[in-house]
């Protein structure tokens, strides 16, 4: 297939965005702070992924369990799936018709997604957040969610395909949370059509 075909074949007129970034940045904060202030604009969808871990109040996604994530990916319930840190991540179906509608649409993606994300869709724009570790390191304990080996594992993790040079935006959120929801809906309006 040509590049133009390939082009063509792609998903759009509405936009991808994805919060992607080393864990205990806050993208979730992030996220939570640019739904409250975007949820009245129909240009954007906030969309919930599905994780195979039991629910925690500091992250806001859909639990599953492997036996029904696996069973999800194959009857293709899944627009964008990946792996992390032992776990399974799925992004719905439903993401499809938001970007058909010309939505913006954002979740909180691994930077491992990208790829499948502009395999899929027209436009995909990429939102780096990132801060300090030792900030990150504290946030993570803070958050309770897992055991200090496992922070230690993602505080260590890279991921070294990544160019940070193809974010569309990159926000330090080492600041107030204030001020880095600020620059979040400022990036995810000038994705918006």
């Known amino acids: 297939m040509s590049d133009e075909a390939t082009a063509a074949s792609r998903l ?21 702070g640019a739904r409250a202030i975007l949820a009245p604009d129909p240009r954007f969808a906030f969309v919930t992924r599905d994780i195979t871990r039991p629910a925690h109040p500091s992250e806001s996604f859909a639990p599953v369990t492997d036996t029904e994530f696996q069973v999800r990916l194959a009857r293709g319930e899944y627009a964008l799936s990946w792996g992390a840190h032992g776990l399974h991540y799925g992004i719905p179906r439903s993401l499809d018709g938001m970007i058909a509608e010309g939505r913006t649409a954002i979740f909180n993606a691994s930077r491992m997604a990208i790829p499948a994300a502009l395999a899929r869709y027209a436009s995909v724009k990429v939102v780096l957040v990132d801060c300090p570790i030792e900030i990150r390191a504290r946030r993570m304990a803070t958050r309770g969610r897992e055991p200090e080996a496992e922070i230690a594992a993602r505080l260590a993790r890279r991921v070294e395909d990544f160019n940070v040079a193809a974010a569309h935006a990159v926000i330090d959120n080492s600041g107030s949370l204030e001020d880095g929801v600020t620059r979040l809906v400022a990036a995810l309006r000038s994705f918006a059509r």
């Open 12 to 32: 759009g007129p509405g936009a991808v965005a994805l919060v992607v970034g080393p864990s205990g940045v806050g993208k979730d904060a992030l996220i939570a």
